[in-house]
């Protein structure tokens, strides 16, 4: 998350791994010699329903393209410039994984244009998310092979007039480079992450808030103490403890029970106590309400985090075991 983070807020440069590029294009060249005269699920078939019909070979490379332009049917908003380049980022992560059977221009081209912050425009709505993202990353691919549009600095471009701008030259299609775009999980998983890390700033802002609301009543330090939370042994209310603990460690607001309500000769004397004798639940709680949104939100990001390193396309191209395995990795249930 945090490398994702500073590739998306802070503008960090992407490289890619030698080593990693190495095995994206033994990929690629195992493919290659794989398959011929083989029949392979949208190489030299159709696809969905249409699988059953072989494509010649002769139109194969157009089969790619017309796969990229026939999905490319969004609607309504586009994806603000940061949504769009959390999917590039999580599309390219899982195609240098290197089993995805593409050359490496797109990964090139990929890193390219995220380094440049030139951005696909990418539609808000069209994907289904069962077969993949499939018109959103349609319209990443269209962008890619030097069609559609993009973001230029907060501007909609032709994507070919700002690639001739920097001289930067489109994807061609080698194999399968159309399908191994579409067919995955990135654009869920990208916006997915996204959410995450405001999550995490709306979790920190709102133990901060509640810090100060402690101050303001200037409570008792008892709910957010270690022997008290320490109890109940879940993660996230022990986190949260900690976390106020740290904030209010030097405070000269919070009171502590012992001094004024244990030892006090005061306290003993009344029959109606001027302090309260506990906070309301909006600040007796907080270790129990927001312990289980930091465990949510840890749960989410090791999923996401999964998937942003996975393979989610269809078919995997495993240049290890000599084989392709057909199935259902660009399913975005985890996400």
Request: charge should be negative.
């Amino acid at each position: 998350m945090e490398d994702f983070s500073k590739i998306i807020f802070e503008e960090s440069k992407v490289e890619l791994n030698a080593k990693a590029l190495e095995k994206v294009d033994k990929n690629f060249e195992f493919l290659k010699q794989f398959s011929t005269e083989k029949v392979i699920y949208g190489i030299n078939t159709g696809f969905g329903p249409m699988a059953q019909y072989r494509v010649n070979e002769d139109k194969t490379l157009q089969l790619q393209y017309n796969l990229i332009r026939s999905h490319c049917s969004g609607s309504g908003k586009l994806l603000s410039p940061l949504l769009s380049k959390a999917v590039m980022i999580a599309r390219l992560n899982s195609l240098m994984q290197g089993y995805s059977g593409i050359h490496t221009e797109i990964v090139d081209l990929l890193k390219t244009l995220i380094n440049k912050n030139i951005i696909p425009c990418i539609y808000e709505h069209g994907g289904v998310g069962a077969s993949g993202d499939l018109v959103q990353l349609a319209h990443l691919a269209l962008a890619l092979i030097g069609e559609g549009e993009v973001y230029y600095k907060d501007e909609v471009h032709s994507a070919s007039e700002i690639f001739n701008r920097f001289n930067i030259k489109p994807l061609s299609i080698h194999i399968r480079e159309g399908l191994a775009i579409l067919n995955g999980t990135s654009a869920m998983t990208g916006i997915g992450m996204i959410n995450i890390i405001q999550a995490k700033k709306l979790l920190h802002w709102m133990i901060m808030l509640s810090a100060l609301t402690n101050e303001v009543v200037e409570a008792y330090s008892d709910h957010f103490s270690h022997e008290l939370n320490v109890v109940k042994p879940h993660e996230g209310q022990n986190w949260v403890a900690s976390a106020l603990r740290s904030i209010l460690k030097d405070s000269k607001l919070i009171r502590s029970r012992s001094e004024h309500l244990y030892e006090s000769d005061n306290v003993k004397r009344q029959e109606v106590f001027e302090d309260k004798v506990q906070e309301y639940y909006s600040l007796r709680c907080v270790t129990q309400i927001l312990g289980p949104v930091h465990d949510t939100i840890e749960y989410a990001e090791k999923v996401v985090t999964h998937e942003l390193n996975s393979v989610n396309d269809n078919s995997v191209i495993d240049h290890n075991n000599h084989n392709i395995f057909h199935g259902g990795e660009f399913h975005g249930d985890y996400v």
